[in-house]
T-cell receptor, first 112, second 113 residues
Framework: QKEVEQDPGPLSVPEGAIVSLNCTYS??????FMWYRQYSRKGPELLMY????GNKEDGRFTAQVDKSSKYISLFIRDSQPSDSATYLC????????????FGTGTRLKVLA | NAGVTQTPKFQVLKTGQSMTLQCAQD?????MYWYRQDPGMGLRLIYY???????DKGEVPNGYNVSRLNKREFSLRLESAAPSQTSVYFC????????????FGPGTRLLVL
């Protein structure tokens, strides 16, 4: 079983829709959670960074962490064609062995 | 402030050839990382350097070597390239090991024939 599971998509939505992207993980030691956006032929760029459980909002983006369920989500409100990209979840712990773990990414296409 | 830079952007090699991928960061970060990204596999860690003068193996180190030349630069070397090493390679850096978010370079696309 992979430590982080992420649906690869592709996910196609109409412009203006609310998008929900999710990851599940198995290692309860993970403390820090991130979402990266990766455009085609580019490097990942950080979108959201959260510590422990709870919600964090930044403009149209909301990151949610539920440590009890080992489940994290990224919501995109009023989605735009420019949001079309691959979204990677990532997580790490500062205790024990160093480890950053990435999901495989979900491809999102927002249709104009 | 360029962040993380990588050279070359694209390279074609024949099986058995060698090459070095270069990475540099100007954010005064202590830790640097090399990943490869393959379809359906996500980002897999090849090697990392917690600080200048140290390097450690990641998840998929076989066939690769690294050098942390100084605090800014971290290179990845393929001594004898194989088709299985066809991939996109990303360098990343963080202020410290397992501390803070990773900043990625633009990637090097490598094709081994």
């Amino acid at each position: 079983q992979k430590e982080v599971e992420q649906d690869p998509g592709p996910l196609s939505v109409p412009e203006g829709a609310i998008v929900s992207l999710n990851c599940t993980y198995s290692n309860s030691a993970f403390q820090y959670f991130m979402w990266y956006r990766q455009y085609s032929r580019k490097g990942p760029e950080l979108l959201m960074y959260t510590y422990s459980s709870g919600n964090k909002e930044d403009g149209r983006f909301t990151a949610q962490v539920d440590k009890s369920s080992k489940y994290i989500s990224l919501f995109i409100r009023d989605s735009q064609p420019s949001d079309s990209a691959t979204y990677l979840c990532a997580m790490y712990t500062t205790s024990g062995t160093y480890k950053y773990i990435f999901g495989t990414g979900t491809r999102l296409k927002v249709l104009a | 402030n360029a962040g993380v830079t990588q050279t070359p952007k694209f390279q074609v090699l024949k099986t058995g050839q060698s090459m070095t991928l270069q990475c540099a960061q100007d954010m005064n970060h202590n830790s640097m990382y090399w990943y490869r990204q393959d379809p359906g596999m996500g980002l897999r860690l090849i090697y990392y350097s917690a600080s200048e003068g140290t390097t450690d193996k990641g998840e998929v180190p076989n066939g690769y070597n690294v050098s942390r030349l100084n605090k800014r630069e971290f290179s990845l070397r393929l001594e004898s390239a194989a088709p299985s090493q066809t991939s996109v390679y990303f360098c990343a850096s963080t202020p410290r090991l397992a501390g803070g978010t990773q900043y990625f370079g633009p990637g090097t696309r490598l094709l081994v024939l």
